[in-house]
Structure formats: structure tokens, C-alpha cells
């Protein structure tokens, strides 16, 4: 069984910055690929990125590429989620998952395990 927690959620303004961690226990999380996903008010969750066991590959979305960078410390067993040059419309809950495996996805459902989810609210 694998558990994520994830932290570093919180409230900033346009253009702000803000760095969330998800820290990975238990089962095969140091050999699993990683994610993150975020789901705002009334609409579905959708994926925001993706890395290998190793640090890499990496996959983005298309909405976030060029001010979102997943990284992965393997020695702590976490993963990382930089966000720059954050909008509104970035405003969600946001998830971090781990699947079976060593390659990354992008499809919510080759997911098994899930954080509790941490909120990011960004101010016009």
C-alpha cells in the first residue's frame, strides 16, 4: 500500500509563485511513476503532469507547460510541483497520484493510489 501526502497548497496572487510537495510511503511509491492532477469547483479533475521513477521523463499539460516543473527527489521518495506565473484559472484542489509501474501517464484512471488533495487558490 502506498501513501502520498502532499503539502504547500495555499492562497497567492496572479503572477505569484508556489512549490507543492507529496511525499510518497510504503508498497513500490520509490519505483512508481508519479503525477499530478487538479480538479476545480464544478468541473472534473484533469492531469497536470507526470514523472518517471527516476526523475524523468517528464509529461505536461498543455495549460501549465513553460510554468510548471515536476521534479522528483528519489533519495526523500518526493515529488515536487514548482508553479510560476500562476492565473485564476490554475485555481483547484490538487492532487498528487502513483500507479503500478515505472512509465508516466497522463489518463486519471492509470492511477491506483491518491493524496487528500491540497488547495491552491490564485487572486486576480
Known amino acids: 500500500q502506498v501513501q502520498l501526502v502532499e503539502s504547500g497548497g495555499g492562497l497567492v496572487q496572479a503572477g505569484g509563485s508556489l512549490r507543492l510537495s507529496c511525499a510518497a510511503s510504503g508498497g513500490t511509491s520509490s519505483t512508481s511513476a508519479m503525477g499530478w492532477f487538479r480538479q476545480a469547483p464544478g468541473k472534473e479533475r484533469e492531469f497536470v503532469a507526470a514523472?518517471?521513477?527516476?526523475?524523468?521523463?517528464?509529461n505536461y499539460a498543455d495549460s501549465v507547460k513553460g510554468r510548471f516543473t515536476i521534479s522528483r527527489d528519489t533519495a526523500k521518495n518526493t515529488v515536487h510541483l514548482q508553479m510560476t506565473s500562476l492565473k485564476p484559472e490554475d485555481t483547484a484542489v490538487y492532487y498528487c497520484?502513483?500507479?503500478?509501474?515505472?512509465?508516466?501517464?497522463?489518463?486519471?484512471?492509470?492511477?491506483?493510489?491518491w493524496g487528500q488533495g491540497t488547495q491552491v487558490t490564485v487572486s486576480s
Open positions: 514523472v518517471g521513477w527516476s526523475g524523468g521523463p517528464t
Open positions: 497520484a502513483a500507479r503500478y509501474g515505472t512509465m508516466i501517464a497522463t489518463r486519471e484512471s492509470a492511477y491506483i493510489y
